[in-house]
Every structure is written in structure tokens, then in C-alpha cells.
């Protein structure tokens, strides 16, 4: 019982304390505020403020890691987002490819949008698809649990980079 409780009250710290103190979060998360810990969970949020590296890799992050100097090897990096994903922290995707992306779990449904090409990630929330699949696991006698929509092909950039190498 006091697991679920815990669950609960780590999912409500998320949501309402993403972009603070990581720290606490990774407390509230019960995990012990490690230094790759930290330095891992402080790159999701800052990605969380920006638009576009929303959704990360684990090179994506060992990258990061590695131009701010920190001493860490690729498979810390796996192994801290294993713990994060256990602990509700994030989410893992898989985008048309064996590579897994991650995101803060912010506990708000959406679905996305990948460039074939460049990797760029849309996020995006359409009512009535969300319906529609409702409807269907209905009639075809299913309560629903959840979803994974993910959508292919090629972003504006990269279509008008690809429209300018055809002129030449
Ligand atoms: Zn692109
Ligand atoms: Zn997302």
C-alpha cells in the first residue's frame, strides 16, 4: 500500500515541479540523489522548457554529458534512465527505429510526429483521433488502456532543403 502511495505522490511532484530543485524530485522519485542522476534529470528539464530536444536519446544525453565535462560512461547513462522510466519519471518511445527516445512523463496524454530525415519530434493532441480510437477498441469489444500513435515523413526544413538541392 505504500507503494501506490508513494506512486501517486510522484507522479503529482512531477507534474507540478518539473523544470526545479532535482533533488527533491529524484527523493519524491526514491532514488538517492546521485550526481549522474541529477545531472541526467537536470537535462530532461531543461529540454522540457525548449521546443525541439524535448525527447532524447541516451547518445542525446551522454553527448550533452560529455561537452559539460562530466565524467560518465555510456552505460551509467542507460542504466539511470532504466531507474527513471521504473520511477515514473519518463517515458520511453520508440520512433520507427531500435533507438529508444525519452521525454518527462508530465502525466499529459499526446501523440507525435517524427521527421524521417532529420529526427525532429512534433507533439501533438487531436480530439477526435483520440475518439475515434475510444470508439474502435468498443466495437471491437476492448476497454481501452492506452495508445502509441507515432506519424512518419519529412519536416518543412527539411523538405525546403531537399526542394533547394533539386534546383542545383
Ligand atoms: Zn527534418
Ligand atoms: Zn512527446
Known amino acids: 500500500m505504500a507503494h501506490i502511495g508513494r506512486f501517486f505522490v510522484d ?3 512531477v507534474a507540478t515541479n518539473a523544470g526545479h530543485v532535482p533533488e527533491q524530485e529524484l527523493k519524491n522519485a526514491g532514488l538517492k540523489a546521485t550526481v549522474p542522476r541529477m545531472r541526467i534529470l537536470e537535462i530532461f528539464q ?3 522548457g525548449g521546443e525541439q530536444q524535448r525527447h532524447l536519446s ?3 544525453i551522454y553527448k550533452q554529458l560529455v561537452a559539460e565535462n562530466v565524467e560518465i560512461g555510456l552505460a551509467t547513462v542507460y542504466r ?3 531507474q527513471f522510466e521504473a520511477a515514473g519519471l519518463i517515458v520511453r ?3 520507427g527505429n531500435d533507438r529508444a527516445t525519452y521525454e518527462i512523463d508530465d502525466g499529459a496524454h499526446h ?4 521527421c524521417t530525415r532529420c529526427g525532429r519530434v512534433e507533439e501533438f493532441v487531436d480530439r477526435e483521433i483520440e475518439q475515434r480510437q475510444k470508439s474502435i477498441a468498443e466495437r471491437l469489444g476492448f476497454e481501452l488502456e492506452g495508445h502509441a500513435l507515432s506519424m512518419y515523413g519529412i519536416c ?3 523538405r525546403r532543403k ?3 538541392a533539386k534546383q542545383r
Open 162 to 164: 531537399l526542394a533547394q
Open 58 to 60: 541516451a547518445e542525446d
Open 46 to 48: 531543461k529540454a522540457q
Open 11 to 13: 507522479k503529482t511532484t
Open 93 to 95: 518511445h520508440y520512433f
Open 80 to 82: 539511470v534512465l532504466t
Open 111 to 114: 501523440d507525435h510526429i517524427v
Open 156 to 158: 518543412a526544413d527539411c
